[in-house]
């Protein structure tokens, strides 16, 4: 019920449209069921008198007759076209509310979900659940019409007939919802069998050039083809239950004209029967069966929708980790001290990763991280944007904990630059403009030019408006860098975070950049994670990490004196250079 509940919700902006699509359906419905009667009316009061009567007759019913039917074609052209647009506004609707949602979704989400699913849910759940909007009230609402109507016409022409009729009825109700939920489960299970496919074509086609490298296009195409099956036998299976469905309900309609002629038979024979009544009633079977078979060849339909709802709902039904307070204020003047009080933070229920960290950073300094990998240096730098929220303990940015203020205002106070650049499929400008989309060309122009990227840009046949392609394949790893820098030299926030920015870098490169960063965290409270020690010599201070914690915190030459474990590192990175300074 409640997933009923909120996929009727997705009718209050249509509502119009839905009364008039019934009240459509309602009309050729009626006209349906006025036809039989029509005849039968005829059969008993007009064709019984004389040519004169039955021809002056006939033609007024013809005239009324076409004037119901014209009225039906319109009535049936609403349905097939207003309809369909009902759905489709209402799958965009869906589509839109999921898309919002997955935006506002934090990291940990994404650590444990597939994307290749949630594509799946994007664009095919979302078809069938346009169609079943459009069409389930519909095609329920005409049957139950049809149904109803021609079941009191048939109760009025033969009352115990009829409920021969019923009982066979009935038995196929019982035996069509028991394969429904039969249905139900293995389209269910269609759906996330095609979710795997679309997220091992994603994961492969994302990475071709990793693919093609190792020469791995066999291991790529055994684990398609182990979806690709596996989604096949879920469709086989469903086609099985299909097929038990369609031929049993069948096989019940074909038994309703055996019941009707066999019992006709009889009660005509008894006299309560008249032989042109069991005419009308054949008519009406035929009415009477129809919405059935509608109903049967709806249920497909309705199962790979409803199931499809369900995935979608599953979505929309998980609530962000990472939100804005009610009360939360927002981040202004940003002088850029920083602060982590008791900090500790583990991955969901997983070992801790960070224990009790305190660190003050003062505006405007320059802090580097260092330390063995897994050792919580990332993790530090992501508790302050609030990518993850602290386990215990709390992160301050000029006395304010990040989680009272809001998250916007939080995260555009804060650059980011990451080893692993993403760039979206478009143009050069529209890359480097992804922070402030307002900006003007002169201030995009400038941001590149700080970022040393304008004159290789300028050498470029369009310029600004060349196209990168996907992830920014056209560019090297520094130029992608580079572009990456110039993004925050026009979002210019008081607060910078380098993570590993030039690690993947050759040397020539990295001078480059190393340059380019420099500039870039001058006044700026900067904090870098750094697995290339030359790059933070003349950090304010550098603090050492390791999975138990801070080890060590200092100048490059006082911990370069003290001979511990930072010197360790030095020394394995610069072995035989003069390391006094």
């Excluded at 052209?77 to 209402?90: K, L, P, Q, V």
């Excluded at 086989?236 to 069948?250: L, Q």
Aim: charged share 25%; with cysteine.
């Amino acid at each position: 019920m409640k997933i009923l509940k909120k996929f009727l919700q997705y009718y209050r902006p249509y509502r119009f449209l839905f009364y008039a699509d019934m009240f459509c359906a309602l009309i050729v419905s009626l006209v349906d069921l006025a036809f039989p009667l029509i005849l039968d009316y005829l059969s008993k009061n007009v064709f019984i008198k004389d040519k004169t009567v039955i021809l002056n007759s006939i033609l007024y019913v013809g005239i009324a007759l076409l004037a119901l039917y014209v009225l039906k074609y319109f009535c049936q052209y609403f349905i097939a076209s207003w309809g369909h647009i009902m759905g489709a506004r209402m799958e965009n609707n869906m589509r839109r509310d999921l898309f919002y949602h997955l935006q506002r979704m934090s990291f940990s989400y994404y650590d444990e979900n597939n994307t290749g699913q949630m594509m799946s849910i994007l664009v095919s759940d979302l078809f069938d659940i346009s169609e079943l909007a459009h069409h389930g009230p519909e095609n329920v609402f005409i049957s139950a019409v049809k149904i109803i109507g021609s079941f009191a016409v048939l109760m009025f022409i033969n009352f115990r007939m009829t409920l021969i009729l019923l009982a066979v009825t009935v038995i196929m109700v019982v035996f069509s919802f028991y394969e429904n939920k039969k249905m139900q489960r293995i389209f269910f299970d269609n759906r996330k069998k095609m979710g795997n496919i679309n997220s091992s074509v994603q994961d492969s086609l994302l990475g071709i050039r990793v693919v093609k490298s190792f020469a791995n296009e066999g291991i790529e195409r055994k684990k398609f083809d182990k979806n690709n099956n596996a989604y096949r036998i879920s469709r086989e299976k469903s086609y099985k239950v299909m097929g038990k469905f369609i031929a049993g309900n069948t096989f019940f309609e074909g038994l309703l004209y055996v019941v009707i002629l066999v019992s006709g038979a009889f009660f005509i024979a008894d006299g309560s029967l008249k032989i042109p009544d069991l005419a009308v009633y054949a008519l009406y079977i035929n009415i009477f069966i129809n919405p059935i078979d509608i109903l049967i060849n709806f249920a497909e339909q309705f199962q790979k929708g409803f199931a499809g709802f369900k995935r979608f709902m599953s979505i929309l039904s998980v609530e962000p980790e990472i939100v804005d307070k009610k009360d939360a204020v927002t981040l202004e003047n940003v002088r850029g001290d920083i602060e982590y009080r008791n900090v500790s933070f583990s991955y969901n229920s997983e070992k801790q990763v960070l224990k009790n960290i305190n660190l003050k950073i003062e505006a405007g300094k320059k802090i580097a991280f260092v330390g063995p990998s897994g050792g919580g240096k990332t993790t530090i730098c992501s508790l302050l944007p609030r990518f993850y929220d602290v386990s215990s303990g709390s992160v301050m940015i000029d006395g304010k904990d990040v989680k009272d203020v809001t998250l916007e205002s939080l995260r555009n106070s804060i650059g980011i630059v990451q080893q692993d650049v993403y760039l979206f499929s478009g143009t050069l400008k529209e890359n480097i403009g992804y922070g402030k989309p307002e900006a003007s060309d002169e201030k995009i122009i400038r941001a590149a030019k700080e970022a040393n990227i304008h004159d290789y840009i300028m050498s470029l046949d369009n310029g600004y408006d060349t196209y990168v392609g996907e992830r920014g394949v056209r560019l090297s790893g520094g130029q992608k860098q580079r572009i990456s820098i110039a993004r925050v030299f026009l979002e210019n926030p008081p607060i910078l975070i380098l993570d590993e920015a030039t690690s993947a870098l050759d040397n020539e490169s990295e001078n480059f950049i190393q340059k380019s960063l420099e500039k870039l965290a001058k006044n700026r409270t900067t904090i870098v994670i750094a697995h290339r020690l030359s790059t933070i010599r003349n950090a304010d201070e550098i603090i050492v990490i390791d999975d138990e914690g801070i080890k060590e915190r200092g100048s490059h030459s006082e911990l370069l004196k003290k001979g511990g474990l930072y010197a360790y590192y030095y020394n394995m990175q610069f072995e035989g250079l003069d390391v006094r300074e």
